[in-house]
């Protein structure tokens, strides 16, 4: 007894000497690391070595740290690391450790594998190989960018099937569900200071204060809201409380801010998939009072609305007049889809897009198709759009086919979040805003996606706490 007591006694002393050698190093180490770059990349580069530290030892807590930070990391689009060619922003590199790291752990390939969603997307990224190798082809070393982009799209699938192998039991799939939810408080308090200071994006809409929070566009936030939107809505109609109906109060303010036109499309296509599944009026209606009237009320929203109104769609790609910014989109798909009949097979290349429009900025940047399938076919051929349709028939069935299964947690369950993020996903597509390009939307549809196959329910709220 008396050995096992010394010889404990000597492990807590050995465990608090190399904790205290680890905080030496680490304090050193940064000390270092200020002295050579400053502090805001020492603390970038402190960051990178302790998500390192993470995804080595522990994997599961790498993820959660994943979805945690994402939405914060548009934000740094002017910082990079050149890899060649390639320039990664934080995000960019995220993606890429998500990759490395699901290599390094591996996951039960036969299992997750023939999950619908994960096969549909594997599929699709092989799909989209070809046009990896369009783009060097027919751009030289410019061709790069098909490497970046398909890292990102690479990324995504690594996120879904690291998820799906790592998060299995109800206290982990807890523990993703409220990290997700926690992704909300840096990109809306950043947004709601755009607001009190009118520091928002004002260049594709000019005079408008249109808030993006930490992320690349009014668009991408705009989508983003449009996930959490549709988890407050079924988690609310689960176990309604007050503070779920201040949370959506928070989701469809920041949602009018963005003066997203998309951002509207989706919060219509949400409400709609919420209200065709479950009948619920009064959410129904709180969401008319809560987005519709302050859409009467404010001039930037009935500018917008006007010119789309006002346009003669017809006459203006003919003369190629434009009034209004979904006219030159539909111009812009036009012209883009001409292009495209050049390569119809494997197209021009991943991410070539804004190499090949003739529509550029002032600094030479190229427009977006602002259309996934024009995109696709644009950028990977009928080879990759038939890819994106595979994706999307697989992942649309599993949504829509699935059976709940039967308890009493069983109305909580996700579905009806999925099927109002998958409405939005098609609906955009086909329509203005391009929403496979925008990260942060795909990044925690397939969080949710990987929280509903692991059996996750939402937490149940006593109803004495307030309906």
Request: aromatic share 14%.
């Given at each position: 007894m008396s050995l096992s007591i010394a010889a404990g006694a000597r492990y807590v002393e050995k465990r608090k000497l190399f904790q205290f050698l680890g905080l030496a190093a680490g304090f050193s180490l940064a000390a270092l690391l200020f002295a050579l770059?400053?502090?805001?990349?020492?603390?970038?580069?402190?960051?990178?070595?302790?998500?390192?530290?993470?995804?080595?030892?522990?994997?599961?807590?790498?993820?959660?740290?994943?979805?945690?930070?994402?939405?914060?990391?548009?934000?740094?689009?002017?910082?990079?690391?050149?890899?060649?060619?390639?320039?990664?922003?934080?995000?960019?590199?995220?993606?890429?450790?998500?990759?490395?790291?699901?290599?390094?752990?591996?996951?039960?390939?036969?299992?997750?594998?023939?999950?619908?969603?994960?096969?549909?997307?594997?599929l699709f990224l092989l799909f989209s190989t070809p046009a990896l190798f369009s783009a060097f082809w027919n751009f030289g070393a410019e061709g790069a960018v098909a490497v970046k982009e398909f890292i990102r799209l690479a990324s995504l699938f690594c996120l879904l099937v690291s998820l799906l192998a790592f998060f299995k039991t109800p206290k982990e799939t807890k523990k993703l569900f409220y990290v997700s939810l926690a992704s909300l408080v840096v990109p809306l308090g950043v947004g709601f200071y755009q607001v009190l200071t009118g520091t928002g994006d004002t260049f594709s809409t000019a005079g408008q204060n249109r808030i993006f929070g930490t992320l690349f566009h009014p668009n991408t936030f705009a989508l983003y809201l449009s996930v959490f939107l549709a988890v407050a809505l079924a988690w609310h109609k689960v176990a309604p409380t007050f503070r779920k109906k201040v949370l959506l109060g928070i989701l469809l303010a920041a949602q009018f801010l963005t003066f997203s036109l998309s951002g509207l499309a989706a919060t219509a296509a949400v409400f709609g998939m919420h209200f065709w599944a479950h009948k619920?009026?009064?959410?129904?209606?709180?969401?008319?009072?809560?987005?519709?009237?302050?859409?009467?009320?404010?001039?930037?929203?009935?500018?917008?609305?006007?010119?789309?109104?006002?346009?003669?769609?017809?006459?203006?790609?003919?003369?190629?007049?434009?009034?209004?910014?979904?006219?030159?989109?539909?111009?812009?798909?036009?012209?883009?889809?001409?292009?495209?009949?050049?390569?119809?097979?494997?197209?021009?290349?991943?991410?070539?897009?804004?190499?090949?429009?003739?529509?550029?900025?002032?600094?030479g940047q190229g427009y977006a198709a602002h259309n996934d399938f024009v995109r696709l076919f644009l950028e990977s051929g009928l080879?990759?759009?038939?890819?994106?349709?595979?994706?999307?028939?697989?992942?649309?069935?599993?949504?829509?086919?699935?059976?709940?299964?039967?308890?009493?947690?069983?109305?909580?369950?996700?579905?009806?979040?999925?099927k109002a993020v998958f409405a939005v996903l098609i609906l955009l597509s086909a329509g203005a805003a391009e929403p496979l390009v925008h990260t942060p939307f795909v990044y925690y549809f397939l969080t949710f996606i990987a929280l509903a196959k692991a059996g996750f329910a939402f937490p149940l709220t006593p109803a004495r706490n307030g309906r």
């Open positions: 770059f400053g502090f805001k990349l020492a603390a970038a580069e402190l960051a990178a070595f302790l998500l390192l530290a993470l995804g080595f030892l522990d994997y599961p807590k790498f993820l959660l740290s994943a979805v945690f930070i994402r939405s914060a990391l548009d934000a740094f689009t002017n910082t990079g690391l050149p890899l060649g060619p390639l320039n990664l922003n934080p995000a960019g590199l995220l993606g890429l450790l998500l990759i490395f790291f699901t290599g390094i752990h591996g996951f039960n390939n036969k299992e997750i594998l023939r999950f619908p969603v994960a096969k549909g997307f594997l619920n009026f009064k959410i129904l209606l709180l969401g008319t009072v809560l987005f519709t009237i302050p859409l009467a009320l404010s001039a930037n929203w009935k500018t917008r609305f006007e010119q789309v109104a006002g346009m003669k769609l017809t006459e203006e790609i003919q003369t190629g007049e434009i009034s209004n910014s979904f006219s030159w989109r539909v111009l812009h798909w036009y012209v883009l889809l001409q292009y495209a009949k050049e390569h119809p097979v494997t197209g021009w290349g991943l991410l070539t897009t804004e190499k090949i429009t003739p529509w550029k900025t002032p600094e080879v990759g759009l038939t890819g994106y349709f595979i994706f999307l028939f697989h992942t649309g069935r599993w949504i829509f086919r699935r059976k709940e299964e039967a308890g009493p947690k069983a109305e909580g369950r996700l579905a009806p979040v999925l």
